[in-house]
């Protein structure tokens, strides 16, 4: 399935819908037994695009990544600024939900590492609720040193998964995931930032007015003061995106 990308600030983000997103995660599974290529997704928003300007390899990371969807109000706006129309924003936790959704039925196995101990076990626990018959093979938290690496990448690689949903943060996810992506034999990983947080009762997800309105960013950095100044990113973004743009058009 070809699906058109915007390049934003130097990123390939696909233009596409839920529905699409879930279409090439299953592509990407039926094909591994063939080629064994290891798939990384990633979820950007306005933060993480900005901080790819600022970060060599994670902007070259995302740039070789197989999939980059558009997460964020945000990036949506970016990609139709610059020309490509973006039908939907594909929102990580969104993605995961659907993807846990379909997982019993395509008998897909799914293994969640990070976030705080205890956390990555809460999510597992509302996936099986929520989804009954969703095949949890393995969970591990997200604090832990250089030396647990080989560890934490012998148990996910036991545990057989066909979807790793890795919650480290931006860019730790991205970087680890990029380093111990060709040992993990594991045909789709994903990046998902908050999204066990959110599914164990950690954290709040925006309520759906402030989806609707584009405000998530917004409720985020009022839950969360430590993200205060991190909502600087968004009109850091806008001014960015802008100047791509006007860049773009001189060397046409
Ligand atoms: N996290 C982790 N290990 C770390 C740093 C963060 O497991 O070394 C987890 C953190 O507990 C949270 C998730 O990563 O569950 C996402 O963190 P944050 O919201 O700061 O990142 P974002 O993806 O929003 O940038």
């Known amino acids: ?12 983000v696909a233009a596409l819908t839920m529905e699409q997103a879930i279409k090439k995660v299953e592509e990407f599974i039926e094909t591994f037994p063939r080629d064994r290529h ?8 306005a933060e993480m695009l900005m901080r790819s300007t600022k ?52 008998k897909w196995r799914i293994f969640f590492f990070g976030s705080a101990l205890g956390v990555a076990e809460k999510a ?10 969703v095949c949890i093979v393995g969970t591990r938290n997200g604090f832990f040193t250089e030396a647990d690496n080989e560890q934490i990448v012998a148990e996910i690689k036991e545990a057989r998964p ?11 996810q991205e970087k680890w995931l990029y380093k111990f992506l060709p040992q993990l034999d594991c045909p ?9 947080d959110v599914m164990a009762g950690v954290m709040k997800r925006a309520p ?11 409720f985020r950095g ?3 003061p430590k993200r205060a100044g991190r909502l600087m990113a968004l009109p850091k973004f806008v001014f960015a995106v802008r100047a791509w743009r006007q860049k773009s058009r001189r060397e046409k």
């Open 188 to 196: 789709v990983s994903i990046g998902v930032g908050g999204t066990f």
């Open 222 to 224: 009022m839950m969360q």
């Open 124 to 133: 597992a626990q509302k996936a099986c609720h929520d989804y009954p018959g």
């Open 38 to 45: 290891p798939h990384l997704i990633a979820t950007a928003n």
């Open 55 to 106: 970060d060599e390899l994670l902007h070259k990371i995302l740039n070789e990544a197989d999939l980059v969807v558009p997460d964020g109000a945000g990036t949506v706006w970016a990609g139709n600024y610059l020309g490509m129309t973006m039908p939907e924003r594909v929102a990580g936790f969104d993605l995961v939900q659907n993807l846990l959704c379909l997982a019993p039925q395509r």
């Open 162 to 172: 066909d979807i790793l949903l890795v919650a480290l943060g931006v860019p730790k």
């Open 1 to 12: 399935m070809f699906i058109k990308q915007a390049d934003i600030l130097g990123i390939k």
């Open 208 to 218: 759906m007015w402030m989806q609707r309105a584009k405000l998530e960013w917004l």
